[in-house]
């Protein structure tokens, strides 16, 4: 008996040292001019790339803003003796406080929750990911896109060159460099996978994995606010249920097995940045789905919760969309977006 108990108390401080190092770990990927919400603590769910995108969504998720750079993503989670009712309108306004002391200000396209920054001589691209919805908010996240300050964007696409001319310069920024024009259409095999939807001209869209990511999984185990919808939601969302749900404890989960998706293609790129699809997104594809060689099962998981908290789905025969338990096993097909 003395035995068990000694090994479960060894076991468990393995276990704190180990949560211990993964917040450690995580320390690079805060903003240091970004203090966390008083009765929350920096979690250990966390991700920093020295070479990353994001697209930060704007105007009432109709459109995005794509940026490149260091890219930095770190979750808070309430602490156990925190009993307050927060609000995450009061996070994100906190939040919001904290940036604009330091010099930035709110994108004006952006809903108040994507800001920029100049900081230390970099430019700073900002997402407070705060569920505004919620009177009751377990955790919320701060993703980041960091740039050398010096540089500029590309330059506008210019127009089309003489006949034989493929993708012709465009006209240079005063401080920036030449632009060239890069359209994908739908049914392209691009980034990993397959473009499914395209906007602003094909310069911007959505690619799908070209399979289904297993054969029939559950979604995840509790309400976890992430009620996010459009184009571009479904990252907001995965991210949400994965700082809710954590690693999983071994057991895999819908949004977690999209998260931990890797293409690895012959020139050595690598696309790694995949997600749920938001309930708008999953139908998006269910509209294109003849452009994929087979679809494993019937019904797909979205990463959209209902007002009750339910995950929702769609029926890939049908097309009915529907809410279903969090146990239940159904399809996924993870997504990214460029």
């Not at 603590?41 to 794509?66: A, M, P, T």
């Not at 989960?253 to 790129?269: K, M, T």
Request: glycine share 12%; with cysteine; net charge negative.
């Amino acid at each position: 008996m003395k035995k068990a108990i000694l090994s479960l108390v060894m076991f468990s401080l393995s276990l704190y040292a180990l949560a211990q190092d993964d917040v450690q770990g995580c320390m690079k990927s805060a903003l240091p001019f970004l203090p966390s919400f008083e009765g929350y603590y920096l979690g250990d769910y966390c991700k920093f790339s020295e070479y990353f995108s994001y697209d930060f969504v704007v105007d009432r998720n109709s459109r995005s803003i794509h940026k490149v750079g260091v890219y930095r993503e770190a979750w808070y989670k309430r602490k156990a003796d925190n009993y307050k009712h927060i609000s995450g309108q009061q996070i994100l306004k906190q939040q919001s406080d904290a940036i604009k002391a330091a010099g930035g200000e709110v994108v004006p396209e952006s809903d108040g929750s994507v800001f920029t920054l100049t900081y230390q001589g970099k430019e700073f691209w900002i997402y407070v990911n705060a569920n505004t919805y919620s009177e009751d908010l377990d955790n919320y996240g701060v993703i980041s896109i960091e740039m050398d300050g010096s540089s500029q964007e590309a330059g506008s696409t210019g127009i089309t060159g003489q006949q034989g001319q493929q993708d012709s310069l465009g006209s240079a920024n005063p401080s920036g460099v030449s632009g060239v024009s890069s359209i994908h259409t739908i049914g392209e095999h691009y980034g990993g996978g397959i473009v499914f939807y395209v906007y602003d001209n094909g310069q911007h869209g959505l690619i799908a994995a070209i399979d289904d990511q297993n054969s029939g999984i559950a979604g995840f185990h509790e309400y976890t606010m992430a009620r996010a919808d459009g184009i571009g939601a479904g990252k907001a969302n995965t991210a949400v249920i994965i700082a809710s749900q954590g690693r999983g404890n071994s057991q895999k989960y819908a949004a977690l097995i999209c998260s931990e998706h890797q293409v690895f293609e012959n020139n050595g790129l690598v696309y790694g940045d995949w997600y749920l699809p938001s309930l708008y997104e999953l139908n998006l594809l269910y509209l294109q789905k003849d452009l994929f060689y087979r679809w494993g099962m019937e019904t797909y998981y979205s990463s959209t919760e209902d007002g009750n908290g339910i995950p929702q789905c769609q029926n890939f025969i049908t097309g009915v969309q529907s809410t279903v338990l969090y146990s239940v096993e159904l399809g996924v097909h993870a997504i990214r977006s460029f």
